[in-house]
């Protein structure tokens, strides 16, 4: 079974960093694009950030762009979200998924993040 | 990057057939037949429903089924169920790498 994990969440102060962590298992993690993608508290989902294969093409929503940066160890099977200038605007559920192209096939169960003083 | 268009809510009873539009732009929906449709219960990760329009993963019911006008795209939810009910999201392929997410519809069986 393919399986996503999360890590890193937690309480941070504006202005601060954070880096964001996703394991993957049970599957060829190499051969996939990743991506992140978030859902503050009763909001809807925001896609946040995509990767290729190589990690040599990043892309980012234009909030993030500057500030976040997405990249991958596909030895360790390994998707990170490093994460700085955090804001109020960012507390939010990040989620980490796989691209198979064009979809989102697997989903971890989420990271929370909170940015607050 | 302006979030695509879905209806805050969409009712129905049992048994009955219920659509959720998802409006884009040419930039979007309209350029790419990479729709997909994602369900999220509460306090889950969303799952996929539909990818590239009308494509239905394995082990997704074929009571869901997806399809594409011009710059929107629906999703069709035949046969409702209770288990139905759940909040579904929109996903296209916004051009030079990026994703954009539709708005968000509650479906609620009634």
């Known amino acids: 079974e393919v399986q996503l994990v999360e890590s890193g969440g937690g309480l941070v102060q504006p202005g601060g960093s954070l880096r964001l962590s996703c394991v993957a298992s049970?599957?060829?993690?190499?051969?996939?694009?990743m991506l992140w993608v978030r859902q503050a508290p009763g909001k809807g989902l925001e896609w946040v950030a995509k990767i290729n294969q190589d990690g040599r093409e990043k892309t980012y929503v234009d909030s993030v762009r500057g500030r976040f940066t997405i990249s991958r160890d596909n030895a360790k099977n390994s998707l990170y979200l490093q994460m700085v200038s955090l804001t109020a605007e960012d507390t939010a559920v990040y989620y980490c998924?796989?691209?198979?192209?064009?979809?989102?096939?697997?989903w971890g169960q989420g990271t929370m993040v909170t940015v607050s003083s | 990057q302006s979030a695509l268009a879905q209806p805050a809510s969409v009712s129905g009873s049992p048994e009955q057939s219920i659509t959720i539009s998802c409006t884009g732009t040419s930039s979007d929906v309209g350029s790419y037949d990479l729709v997909s449709w994602y369900q999220q219960h509460p306090g889950k990760p969303p799952k996929l429903l539909i990818s590239?329009?009308?494509k239905r993963p394995s082990g997704v019911s074929n009571r869901f089924s997806g399809s594409k006008s011009g710059n929107t795209a629906s999703l069709t939810i035949s046969g409702l169920q209770a288990e139905d009910e759940a909040d579904y999201y929109c996903c296209s392929d916004a051009g030079s790498g990026t994703y954009v997410f539709g708005t968000g519809t509650k479906v609620t069986v009634l």
């Open positions: 049970g599957s060829t993690f190499s051969n996939y694009y």
């Open positions: 590239e329009v009308t």
């Open positions: 998924a796989r691209d198979p192209r064009w979809a989102f096939d697997i």
